[in-house]
Each structure stands twice: as structure tokens, then as C-alpha cells.
């Protein structure tokens, strides 16, 4: 009788009982959907568009109790370094003391988190018009958004949850490194103690750039729901060295739930740029949303006054945007 073969396939036995004890489930979750969105001024073609990638979500727990869980998001439209994996997100939950989650790619900083967080039924005021509208006006990084801070690849963020009732807490980390000359830390806080309403704060810096060009960030908003409707609103700072680069950016909305499966919404914001403080950027945004089952459609209606804080004619913009979206 061969006593270590038995031994090996005794031992191999057990390694994959364990293994299967121990293994955590893998899912795919995504949508299927249909685009359609344009604007009033541009040379633009096929206005058709839909979806091109989904998320690989794994889960697993630890003896001690905590939950680990990963996702991965396939993307066939995310080209950098020839890849096709985009966002990559790690999440801790310690069972009662928090989250830890890192974000090798897709991370949020906790001050980014809320950083336009005024009610819509269906996209902010300043996200349904593409920043690259080929209208011969203002594109990309002079387009205005929100106030957001530093972001990178491979940062942390913890959040706190409910550990004291009504509060939660969360924090950031950008560690120094490619296209991060400086780290950078955010910190948010909210109340939600009293029905119906919530209050937050955050601050935090963007010191990506380094030395005299760092920045401070600051955001305060508030929303209550009464019922079927909700309303907000939220203002926001960024303060530096230079007076050229302290603008300001505020932001307000409403939402009324007409159903359990529709929505309607109103939301615009204005952002001052200290650098052209003669005009301000404005947006507007209404919105519809209905759910039937897994399919959900959303709309809006979008306008944008002083592209970039030009007051030239080619930059106020119309858009729209209609959203056909099936779960599974």
C-alpha cells in the first residue's frame, strides 16, 4: 500500500474542502441601454449611443467577521495603457468600526463624495452638456463643473457609517506620486439625526499641483424631504495663495416623487470664476425619471449660460439627453 499517495490525496481532499468553505461569490451586474443626446449648437454626428461595459463584483467574509468585496468594471471604451479594466475598487466593512476602501482606479475622495449633492431627478445642471461640444466654443477644462478635490489612482477613503445615531464620518488619502506632486486629505461630515433632513460639511485640499498652487476646499448643503418632496442646496469655495483661483460655486434643486415609479426634477448652479469675475457660468437642468420593472428612463432638458465664463453667443447651449436603461 503507497502510504504517502494516500497521505497527498488525503491532504489534497481537505486543502479543497477548505477552499470551497472559504470561497466568497462573483457576480456581473450591468445594464443595457440606448443614448440619445445632443445640443442646439454644433456640427455633431450620430447622436446614438449606448453602454459598453459591466461590473465583476466578488465577495467574501473572514472569520472575524468582516466583509471584503472587489469589483472590477469591463469597459471596452477605457483605452488607457491597452486595457480594458477600468474602475477597481477594494471595500472592507470591519462589522461595526467602519469601511476602508481603495480605489486603484474609480476612487472617490470624501470630499468628492458630496460634492454636488442638491437634489435631480436625472443628472446635476452641469453634466448633461458634453465638455467637448464641437461648437468652435469653450471645451473641456474651461468648461465648469462642480468644485471637486484632489483624485488619483490608488487612494483610500474610511467611512465611518452610523457610529454615533444621526452622525457619519468619512476621510480620504491621495498619496504624492504621478500627476500628484503633493498627497492630499479630505474630510466630510453629516447629520441625519432629524427626519426628513440632512446637513453636511466637507473640506479638504487639492495640493496635486504643489507649492504655491495648492488649494483649499471647503462645501456646506442641506436637503429635507416633506414628503414626495425634496429640495437642497449647496455652496461651495476653493481658497489658494492666488486670488485668481479662490471661485465659488453654488447650487440648488427640487424633486417630486409623482409616483413610486416617476420622478420630476429641477436643479441649477452658478460657478464664479475669480479669474473672469465679470460673469458667471449658469446651469440649468430639468429632469424626469420613471422606473417600470428593470427598465428605467430618464430625460432632461439642460441649458448653459457663459460657457466657461465667456459671454460670447456660441457659448450658451442648449442640450438634451434621453436615457433608455434595462438592469440585470
Known sequence: ??????????????????????????????????????????????????????????????????????????????????????????????????TIVFGGHGGSSAFGAVDDVTPTAYGESWD?????????????????????????????????????????????????????VESSVDMAIEYTGVEGLTVGYAAGENNASGGTSNTDLSTMYVKYAYGPVTVGFQQSEIDSNKATTDDEFEAMGITYQVSDDLTIGYNESTYKDAASTTVDQENSNLSATYTMGSMTLSVAMAEEKNRGGSTTAVNDVKGYAIDLAFAF
Open 1 to 98: 500500500m503507497n502510504i504517502k499517495k494516500i497521505g497527498l490525496t488525503a491532504l489534497a481532499g481537505s486543502l479543497v474542502a477548505v477552499s470551497a468553505a472559504n470561497a466568497g461569490s462573483l457576480s456581473a451586474s450591468g445594464s443595457a441601454g440606448i443614448n440619445f443626446s445632443g445640443a442646439d449648437k454644433g456640427t455633431g454626428g450620430n447622436q446614438w449611443s449606448m453602454g459598453d461595459g459591466f461590473t465583476m463584483t466578488g465577495t467574501g467574509e473572514m472569520d472575524n467577521g468582516w466583509t471584503v468585496s472587489v469589483q472590477y468594471e469591463i469597459d471596452q471604451g477605457y483605452t488607457v495603457s491597452g486595457g480594458v479594466l477600468d474602475n477597481r475598487i477594494l471595500t472592507i466593512d470591519t462589522n461595526g468600526m467602519g
Open 128 to 180: 448633461i452638456l458634453s465638455a467637448s461640444l464641437d461648437n468652435g466654443g469653450n471645451t473641456g477644462t474651461n468648461v465648469f463643473n462642480s468644485i471637486g478635490s484632489a483624485g488619483s489612482n490608488n487612494m483610500f477613503q474610511y467611512k465611518s457609517g452610523d457610529l454615533v445615531d444621526g452622525f457619519s464620518f468619512s476621510a480620504s488619502y491621495v498619496p504624492s506620486g504621478t500627476g500628484e
